[in-house]
């Protein structure tokens, strides 16, 4: 099974900030990465698939790359609406696999 | 644009099944894979498994002996059976839609719910 390990586990920014999440995978999986945004009480969000496609309505701040082993998440100026918990997930092979999380607060 | 809801019981005791249904509006379960995905509390999420109309499924090895995820097309209703829980089946329950495009890329979640194996 593919492991996924995402750093940092917790982040503090300002708005305006730009931000970077990191995300490993325990083996090669081509682009089969994505990102998905978590905010208590609400349905989880799809911004990144296949490593570095936006989809459809994220803002252009978003942007995923990598491929392989490592991939980065940047948000290039964080809103108020973009603290949030941001996960990345693996579909190259099933089980398909999830990082732990990335806590992004307000500093 | 489509919207998933997931329901059931919030409580279930140990050693009983789990059921929960999620219901598909503005779209057909005709059309994608579904998947069911947890997020036990203070943890990250986990792949339980997904199913297809046609009766296909695919199950994380780790719950297999225990998960059943089935459809009802005619009700647009995707279905979690999860026997033999244990407190450690405490979680939020989430139903997800799979991309017509890209397998394994959840595009539509439901807000999902929160389930709590206690007697």
């Known amino acids: 099974d593919v492991q996924m390990t995402q750093s940092p586990s917790s982040l503090s920014a300002s708005v305006g900030d730009r931000v970077t999440i990191t995300c490993r995978a325990s083996q090669t999986i081509d682009t089969y990465l994505n990102w998905y945004q978590l905010k208590p009480g609400k349905a989880p969000k799809l911004l990144i698939y296949a490593a570095s496609s936006l989809h459809s309505g994220v803002p252009l701040r978003f942007s995923g790359s990598g491929s392989g082993t490592d991939f980065t998440l940047t948000i290039s100026s964080l809103q108020p609406e973009d603290f949030a918990t941001y996960c990345c997930q693996q579909s190259d092979s099933t089980p398909y696999s999830f990082g732990q999380g990335t806590k992004l607060e307000i500093k | 644009q489509v919207q998933l809801q997931e329901s059931g019981p919030g409580l279930v005791k140990p050693s009983e099944t789990l059921s929960l249904t999620c219901s598909v509006s503005?779209?057909?379960?005709?059309?994608?894979?579904w998947n069911w995905i947890r997020q036990p509390p203070g943890k990250g999420l986990e792949w339980i498994g997904y199913a297809f109309y046609s009766g296909s499924t695919n199950y994380n090895p780790s719950l297999k002996s225990r998960v059943t995820i089935s459809l009802d097309p005619s009700k647009n209703q995707i279905f979690l059976k999860l026997t033999s829980v244990t407190a450690a089946d405490t979680a939020i329950y989430y139903c997800?839609?799979?991309?017509?495009?890209?397998?394994?890329?959840?595009?539509?979640w439901g807000k999902g719910t929160t389930v709590t194996v206690s007697s």
């Open positions: 997800g839609r799979d991309s017509l495009d890209y397998a394994g890329v959840v595009d539509v």
């Open positions: 503005g779209g057909s379960t005709s059309d994608n894979y």
